[in-house]
Each structure stands twice: as C-alpha cells, then as structure tokens.
C-alpha cells in the first residue's frame, strides 16, 4: 500500500470536517426536519474524535497493510465518508434550497480522492468490489452509531 494514499485520505477527511466545523453547528440550527440542532461544543468534539480514528486508522494501515481488519477499516472509512458526501450534505442542500456545510470538500474532494485510492487499491489486487461494499457498510453503521454518543461527550466534557 502506498503511504501517499493514506496522506491524501487525511488530507481530504481534514478539509471537509474543518469546513464543517466552521459553519455546520450554526447551519443546524436553522429550522428543518432534515438536521437536528447541534451545538458548537458537541460537533467540534465528535468531529475531532471522528478525524483522530481516521487517521489513526489510516496510518496503522500504511503501517501494516497486511492485516485484515485495518484493511477493511480503512477502505470502509473511504466508502463512508463518500457516502456522507451524498447523504446528509447533497441531499439536505436539496431538499433545504440552500448550502449544506460539507458539500464542497465532500464532492470535490472526498468523493474523487477516496474514487481514486479506492480504484487503485482494486487494480493493484489488494482489495475486491465486495470488500469495499461490506467494509463500508459496516464502518458506516458503527460511525452513525458513535454520532449520539460523541455529541453527548462533546457536550458534557467540553465547555467553552
């Protein structure tokens, strides 16, 4: 596995949840069924939580890319942070008429850098269809599930 691609996946994932964390906590209180309010404290942690896994994730992989389950962890946290660009940021920022926090960095940077690393990892033989698909499912099932639990830290622990 190349190192750089973990790099890139860091590098995107860290744009985006910045871009996020500057204007999303003050979106979210605009009202919609779409996103529930969220505080400053409560995004600013779980995003600060959530970037950390990645790239810890990211860099035990690089470091050792033989082993299955950091494999799948980390092309699973490709998949899913592609899917977060689709859903909730496109879709909200349809559905609501204006722009969802996110949106940019998310369809003009996580979704052609994970494409990409995705599809080298395929064409390299590292990875199969059939991983990337389960490994997303599953990472993004156990991300949406930390969510609650990481605003309700954030909020408690962090006070500023």
Known sequence: MKS?????????????NVE???WLPQWSQISSSIQKPVTTNEFHFAVLIITAIAYLISFLFVAFPKTPL???AFIGFLGSMMINAIFPHLIASIMTKMYAPG???????IIPVNTVILYRLHTLNLITIKEILISTVVVGILLLAMIPA??????????Y
């Open 150 to 159: 990481l605003f309700t830290l954030g909020d408690t622990l962090i006070i």
């Open 20 to 22: 996020e964390a500057l």
């Open 4 to 16: 750089y691609y973990a790099i890139f996946f860091c590098l995107a994932i860290t744009l985006h």
């Open 103 to 109: 949106l940019a960095t998310g369809v003009l940077l």
């Open 70 to 72: 950091l494999k799948r």
